[in-house]
């Protein structure tokens, strides 16, 4: 059985990918600094799968702490989610992102290669391909970043690049995740944002609920069809899965894999916010506000090396994330706490 070290594995995506991680068969550590989760979803984890966890309480930074992981388990792969993910902070504190998302992961590297472990799996963004020419965006669309969470993922993965290059046993998969929504069908596990949403799923979620007045939508000025931002939302069941079949396959690869995570269908912010009034039965008042600064009009995938390379298809379509999200939203109004 193969042995998987889950770096964030108390997170959103993480928490949703342990379970699948663990239905197909793969045996997890999770480690976590719970900066941003807590030991709870872990909890609700192990009751949906029915068997205990191991979990470590630890920092990707810290040389000490995964040493002590990899002393004592034998891993094969990891699966890299730990990280800062808030665009915002991002500007205004880009040493933060800058030590913990590639700081991180190359001290990580480093301790997986002392210890004969060099397969990986990222957790890349689309907001590597910065504001795209045109959409659907493939693998090879052009790069740049607009803050630096996101170049914070486009460094890691040219260091993980690099990495390849100077020694190629190195297993790299670089997944660029579009709009990771929804939650797992047990209603247990979700996204759990601290504080006020920045994005568009919670925030829909908890208006529905009835914790925020109204939904701000920034701006219906987009050249898209109804003048708001349209995005690809994929289903973090979903995205899940993609992370399992490239486990799956990542002994097969020759080279480093670069795959986007997405449906390659795109919808506007009042698309959702229909489909959501649909799905709960809830109205969600909304209020047409200014653009923010350095959201783009448009972004979605060309998911169709995906399916070449890995079998992987998103197929859970925008009632079901609506569902799904409301469900867990619904039975957890104040999320973990
Ligand atoms: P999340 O914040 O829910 O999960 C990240 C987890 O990493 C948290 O549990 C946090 O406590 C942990 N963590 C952070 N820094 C750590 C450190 N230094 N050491 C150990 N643990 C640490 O976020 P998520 O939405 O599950 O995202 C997972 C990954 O996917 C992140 O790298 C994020 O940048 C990336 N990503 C997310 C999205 C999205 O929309 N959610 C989109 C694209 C990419
Ligand atoms: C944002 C980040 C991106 C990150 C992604 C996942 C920015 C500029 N981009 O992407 O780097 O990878 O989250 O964490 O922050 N919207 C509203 N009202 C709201 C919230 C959002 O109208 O209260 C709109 C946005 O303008 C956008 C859409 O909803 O058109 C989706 O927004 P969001 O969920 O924040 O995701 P992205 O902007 O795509």
Not at 62 to 87: E, Q, S
Not at 131 to 153: C, M, Q, V, W
Not at 198 to 225: C, W
Request: glycine share 8%.
């Amino acid at each position: 059985m193969m042995k998987v070290l889950v770096t964030g594995g108390a997170g959103y995506i993480g928490s949703h990918t342990a379970v699948l991680l663990i239905e197909a068969g793969y045996d997890i550590i999770i480690f976590d600094n719970f900066c941003n989760a807590s030991l709870e979803s872990i909890k609700r984890v192990e009751k949906i799968v029915a068997q205990k966890i191991t979990t470590i309480e630890g920092d990707v930074r810290n040389r000490d702490d995964l040493h002590t992981v990899f002393n004592k388990h034998k891993i094969d792969a990891v699966i890299h989610f730990a990280g800062l993910k808030a665009v915002g902070e991002s500007v205004e504190q880009p040493l933060k992102y800058y030590d913990n998302n590639v700081n991180g992961t190359a001290v990580l590297c480093e301790v997986m290669a002392e210890h004969g472990c060099r397969s990986i799996v990222f957790s890349s963004s689309a907001t590597v391909y910065g504001d795209p020419h045109s959409t659907p965006i493939d693998e090879n669309f052009p790069l740049s970043a607009t803050n630096p969470y996101g170049r914070s993922k486009l460094f890691v993965e040219e260091i993980l690049r690099d990495l390849y290059i100077s020694d190629n046993r190195w297993k790299v998969i670089l997944l660029r995740y579009f709009n990771p929504v929804g939650a797992h069908a047990s209603g247990t596990i979700g996204e759990d944002p601290n504080g006020i949403p920045n994005n568009l799923m919670p925030f829909i979620a908890q208006t529905a609920v009835g914790k925020r007045d109204y939904l701000s939508i920034f701006g219906d000025d987009y050249e898209t069809h109804d003048g708001t931002g349209v995005r690809d939302y994929i289903h973090v069941m979903n995205l899940a899965d993609g992370h399992v079949k490239a486990l799956d396959k990542i002994e097969n690869f020759k080279e480093v894999m670069t795959i986007n995570l997405g449906t390659g269908k795109g919808y506007s912010v009042l698309d959702m916010v229909k489909a959501f009034e649909k799905a709960s039965g809830k109205k969600v008042p909304y209020q047409i506000a200014p653009r923010r600064s350095g959201d783009i009009a448009k972004c979605f995938a060309d998911p169709s090396y995906a399916k070449k390379v890995l079998g992987w298809e998103a197929k859970k379509n925008i009632e079901e994330m609506c569902v799904d999200s409301w469900r867990w939203q619904s039975n957890n109004p104040d999320g973990y706490n």
